[in-house]
């Protein structure tokens, strides 16, 4: 099959697309596959969610910025659960304190994503909340996650 420009463009642009679409932690995949014509695919579930992201200096894609060790994120990001799931804690504004991922200027919303557009570890825990829930810290390799499941 002859990929013309205009289709590897397309490509590039869906890629980037979700790349944008999971904020950090995203699985930086090529994009969706096209299906063959005629061929019936059952579409992923699509979920929200908002996170803060906690990264320590060996995470993937960690700014030079970011000096603390593994353990010192760990326990940063022990310390901001506690207080994500605190009685009328605001996860926004929490987010927007002590995330180091983009979204944080979003209150740490990373809009509606399918399953497979985020990290296994991420995508399952995400999955497992029930809407408005938070989860304990998750561990991928971006660093330590907090998770809201949004509606």
């Known amino acids: 099959m002859h990929n013309s420009p205009?289709?590897?463009?397309?490509t590039?642009?869906?890629?980037l697309a979700i790349g944008l679409a999971s904020g950090c932690g995203g699985s930086g995949g090529s994009g969706p596959?096209?299906?063959p014509p005629g061929e019936v695919v059952a579409q992923p579930a699509m979920r929200?969610?908002?996170h803060i992201l906690i990264m320590h200096r060996d995470s993937d894609r960690a700014p030079a910025s970011i000096i603390r060790t593994r353990q010192e994120a760990l326990t940063l990001v022990q310390e901001v659960a506690a207080k994500a799931?605190?009685?009328?804690?605001?996860f926004a504004a929490l987010a927007g304190e002590y995330s180091?991922?983009?979204?944080?200027?979003?209150g740490g919303d990373l809009g509606r994503f399918a399953p497979d557009q985020m990290v296994a570890a991420f995508s399952e825990a995400t999955e497992?909340?029930?809407?408005g829930e938070i989860s304990d810290p998750v561990?991928?390799?971006f660093g330590f996650h907090i998770i809201r499941r949004d509606p």
């Open 6 to 10: 205009s289709t590897r463009i397309g």
């Open 12 to 15: 590039a642009l869906a890629g």
């Open 33 to 35: 596959q096209t299906p």
């Open 48 to 50: 929200a969610a908002s």
């Open 85 to 90: 799931k605190a009685e009328g804690a605001d």
């Open 100 to 106: 180091d991922c983009p979204s944080s200027a979003k």
């Open 128 to 131: 497992r909340l029930a809407v």
């Open 139 to 141: 561990e991928t390799q």
